[in-house]
């Protein structure tokens, strides 16, 4: 990332990757931080429910093939999915969806406003306007694919990066839990040996995913799987010639017998999933990382890799103190190409009615621009629900700029918890009161078509 990022973004980066790594020790986690969820799983009951020989399923650089007893072949290819998406570092909902009809627009933001008639209009409210970056986004919203909430947060918001980002992944304003609001989704509903129900895309666990119970896996790359040996060549492909052989054989011990079922299925997936990483897309997507990890997904949901949820970072960062302009747009540009691109494929899969995206961020940036040309920390972002099914309608109005907070940040006008049960009981089918603390009091915006 090329913008200048606060000491808070960055620590908060470092505190989560190293948390996210399975087997190592945490950092220091500063007084009043919240650990990052999954933490509070101890290494031993880590590995005693890894089933197998892949026990890395948390931060592991390969998916475990091991550690599923379902396998591909019973995997549902009627189950819905939902796709998370993180803006991660704050994106400014203020450029995303610029009030470009605002009279106080162009006074706090002299530099950095966009001209009216830059981007397209945004056509259930006319005094916003689309980011000409999110041209993407714009063509899917005019389809009636994309649900917009321009003003979202929660009440008394925090600006840290770190702990902002803990409640929309906990579902909760409590930083004493250790799961995420999707790990207890899949706690409740997962299989105790398919690590794929919860993905996490970027190479290490996704806090929003981690679960107390139910194994989880995380992958870098989407061009291939294999299994991972510290032994190296020649000896691991001896090894992995072995554990057929070893998997067959019998024992009176349970837990000798857990290992060779584990053993069996290893020798059994590693075969069926040679091919997984071998994809073609008749749609032409970005040439970017972020896209291509999109057209894989596209590809393992084609394949029927037995996935509940799935976690992904949009393109670059968005903690833009200064510079930011050229690094918003580039950024934007490439999440929502690829997006675009994503449900395209989907459709011509046939796959669109099984897919949801939620797109969302920890919080918006401050409407007054600062000395530096960026905007700093501020309360109510934007978010999204992208999809065929997908009610495509603005959820809570832009407030305005006339009337900010105490803190002179844009107002809020939904609740992020609103969304999350409404995705939860609308289109998992869930009961949001298992999942979300105090969710009878919150509003259900109507997301699913």
Known sequence: MSHDCCNDYTRSQLLRSAAAEAGRGLPAIEPGMPEPAGTGLSRRRFLSRSAGLALAVYGASKIPLSAFETGIAHAAGSDKILVSVFFDGGIDALSVLAPVGDPKYTTLRPKLAQAPGAGTSFSEDPTLQWHPAAAGLATLHEEGKVSVFPAIGYDHPDESHFTSRHYYEIGELDVGFHTGWLGRYLDAVGDEENPLQGLSMDGTLSPMIATAEKPVASIDSVDGYDLWSAAGEPVDKEMFKSFAKFGSLGSDSPAMNQVRRATSQTDKLRTELA??????????????????????????????????????????GYDTHSGQAEDLERNLRETCEGLLAFQRDLEKRGLADRVLVEVWSEFGRRPEENGSEGTDHGAAGCAFVIGSKSKGEMVGEFPGLEKLDGNDNLRVTSDFRGMYCSLLEQWLEFDAAAIIPGASGFARPTLVA
């Open 275 to 316: 091919n997984v990483g071998k994809f073609n897309s008749q749609i032409t997507y970005p040439d970017n990382y972020f896209a291509h990890k999109l057209e894989g997904l596209a590809a393992y949901i084609a394949f029927g890799l037995p996935m509940r949820v799935v976690t992904i970072r949009a393109a670059g």
